[in-house]
């Protein structure tokens, strides 16, 4: 048990903690240090997730007042991560840094598979150093500035320095160094309050603060899925008729609000060529754990902070929640909150929804939303589908002499029309049994309508005589450009008179008019357009885009485009000439790797390697590729 031990500083990180405690006590070994803080020799110095946090607080001096909770929720990095977990891993987690296996916590949080890693080295503000030292004495490594992301101090707006201490040491895995001891002299860099770039990372740097001190909302990956769809769908423009969100226009508005270069800065890169990224499942039913970071660019691209948005309440749906009632009057549920599934569409014209609900005795109904009160859950605004049940009672009542049409349509619960309608489709008798009337008879609007083609004669002679007049001035013309110049006379004899029209119709021609096509000059005009696409694509200094048929074709002006997209098979030479310049998808991650390379020359950075490959947004199959390898080294060397 420890005889001494520090009192924790606001926001000062665990391992900050061990290191002033490690500087006081003066040990002779790192080994030494680490026996009498956790009683074991194989614990390591963690910076942003500690485990064996028991055997911690069970080796603090006699009378301490702290807790296990204490330390995960005040001086880790873990409340951090916790409102974008599920419950269940939040809570394996927690017993891990409890716990002497601490060996799956960055597994469980996802930061492996996120491909989003901590800062190399420790970082601290210099206001905020002259700060602590005023107010405590010393200064102390604060929690905030060791996450990804946090690239501004939030509180003196000042950009964070690196300092020469390690956050993954592996020649001393037993060290703690305090601050004062890695303390330099430094000035501060103040952020421009008019640069978009820097009020990002300020916002950024905001809203992670009040996630680690002030945030203990822990909603679950489907309510974050619930939140995020209900914010999306506010805008008209990224939502279908279904109610399925348009993910490349999403994509769009989203890199047209944040910069590429940010992105890759960041570590959260957006590649067009990968369908489902991380922005694309982020708003699809989660099926696992993305990096706290990507949720906060999310939030802000929503047009609120973290507190706002774990705030608000959630949007309550256009026809509430399941269980909603069955509407068939002849259903042994009819009434009672049977139905389960709800198809909710929109309205493309006034956005209104239109809920679509089925029941198990195949009724299935819809309503145009949204309810207003809890008596609209009762009313139906059209039936899609009667089902078995209404049929087979339709068919009961039908055959029931005692039963008039008014008392079968009340027990249905529709018109007398549509008792007629449906008896009709399902082809029941008629009329019905013990009855005069047909059903026809019944419903005067059911029967089929009748139309007279009768002219008078001298109206047709005189429709005649003016089509001949027609023909006779356009001798040339075919049967469009002849109904084109007399529309109303061709109407009148075709309704009336068709047999006569057909024989004094001109032959129909064979190429509806058009000249001949020369597809050798076509083919000719195309082909020097296509290589000049492709230069332009190759030259062009954005993001590269990869170079196929169809960026080709696209870039094309009309009617080339169409000719290559329609008729390629009448030109072979463009053809050829699109095959020798369409990138196979090595080619085109060899000219990505070239292109980061430039970026990071332009902007006088020394990339590491996984710097260059994120920002190339190479797949690991893809940078196992030969020719991918050698311009991933010889970018490296050039750079270097």
């Known amino acids: ?192 309050p ?32 619930e939140k995020y769809l209900s914010l999306v769908k506010t805008n008209p423009e990224l939502v279908t008729y279904t109610g399925r969100i348009r993910v490349q226009e999403f994509l769009r508005l989203f890199k047209n609000y944040y910069s590429s270069q940010l992105l890759d800065w960041l570590q959260c890169p957006l590649d067009e060529e990968i369908r489902d990224n991380w922005l694309a499942q982020l708003v699809r039913f989660p099926k696992r754990v993305h990096h706290p970071l990507r949720h906060l660019l999310l939030i802000h691209f929503l047009g609120y902070t973290a507190q706002e948005f774990f705030e608000l309440k959630q949007a309550p749906k256009p026809f509430g929640n399941a269980p909603w009632p069955c509407l068939n009057p002849v259903c042994r549920f009819f009434k009672k909150q049977q139905i389960k599934e709800c198809q909710i569409t929109y309205n493309q014209q006034n956005r209104k929804p239109t809920g679509t609900f089925f029941c198990s005795c195949g009724f299935v109904y819809s309503r145009i939303g949204s309810d207003q009160s809890l008596k609209d859950r009762f009313e139906f605004s059209k039936i899609k589908v009667y089902g078995s049940v209404w049929e087979e009672c339709l068919k009961a009542f039908w055959e029931d002499s005692s039963l008039t049409l008014k008392e ?63 023909i006779e001035a356009n001798p040339k013309a075919g049967r469009t450009q002849l109904r084109s110049q007399a529309p109303a006379i061709y109407g009148q004899l075709y309704k009336y008179d068709k047999n006569w029209l057909l024989e004094h119709l001109p032959p129909p021609l064979t190429n509806n008019g058009t000249l001949h096509v020369d597809w050798n000059k076509r083919d000719l005009e195309t082909m020097e357009a296509v290589k000049v696409a492709a230069q332009y694509l190759k030259q062009d200094a954005n993001r590269p885009v990869w170079i196929t048929r169809t960026a080709i074709a ?87």
């Not at 945030?215 to 679950?220: D, M, Q, Y």
């Not at 008629?430 to 083609?453: D, G, H, W, Y």
């Open 408 to 470: 079968i349509s009340q027990r249905l619960g529709v018109r007398v029309k549509t008792v007629l309608r449906q008896a009709g489709r399902l082809k029941l008798t008629f009329p019905r049994p013990n009855t005069k009337a047909r059903a026809t008879e019944l419903c005067p609007s059911l029967k089929p309508r009748v139309f007279s083609f009768i002219q008078a004669p001298d109206i047709l002679e005189s429709c005649r005589k003016q089509w001949l007049e027609v």
């Open 1 to 192: 048990m420890l005889g001494f031990f520090p009192n924790p500083y606001p926001n000062e990180l665990f391992y900050s903690i061990c290191a002033r405690f490690q500087q006081r006590v003066y040990y002779t070994s790192q080994i030494s240090v680490i026996r009498d803080l956790f009683q074991t020799k194989n614990a390591i110095a963690i910076v942003d997730l500690p485990s064996r946090l028991n055997r911690f607080v069970a080796a603090l001096p006699v009378g301490h007042s702290y807790t296990v909770d204490n330390f995960i929720d005040n001086h880790t990095l873990l409340p951090f991560y916790s409102p974008f977990l599920p419950r269940e891993r939040l809570q394996l987690i927690w017993q891990d840094m409890c716990s002497d296996n601490g060996s799956k916590i960055h597994t469980r949080l996802g930061i492996v598979a996120g491909f989003i890693e901590i800062p190399s080295h420790l970082r601290f503000c210099p206001l905020c150093m002259e700060d602590d030292r005023k107010q405590f004495g010393e200064c102390y490594w604060h929690r905030p500035h060791q996450l990804p992301g946090v690239e501004v101090c939030s509180t003196h707006g000042v950009f964070l320095q690196k300092s020469r201490v390690l956050t993954h040491n592996r020649r001393r895995i037993s060290e703690f160094v305090s601050l004062e001891q890695a303390t330099q002299v430094i000035s501060p860099r103040p952020i421009d």
């Open 194 to 225: 008019l640069n978009p770039r820097h009020k990002v990372l300020l916002k950024i740097a905001t809203d992670i603060d009040w996630l680690l001190n002030n945030c203990r909302f822990v909603p679950g990956l489907e309510a974050l899925y």
């Open 554 to 640: 696209n870039l094309l002006d009309h009617p080339g485009r169409a000719w290559v997209k329609r008729h390629l098979n009448r030109l072979p030479m463009t053809a050829k000439v699109l095959d020798e310049l369409a990138e196979t998808r090595e080619e085109f991650a060899v000219r990505r790797v070239q292109w980061a390379a430039n970026t990071f020359y332009q902007e006088n950075i020394i990339p590491q390697k996984w710097q260059l490959v994120r920002r190339a947004s190479l797949r690991k199959e893809t940078r196992e590729l030969p020719l991918v390898k050698e311009a991933i080294a010889a970018a490296l060397e050039v750079l270097n």
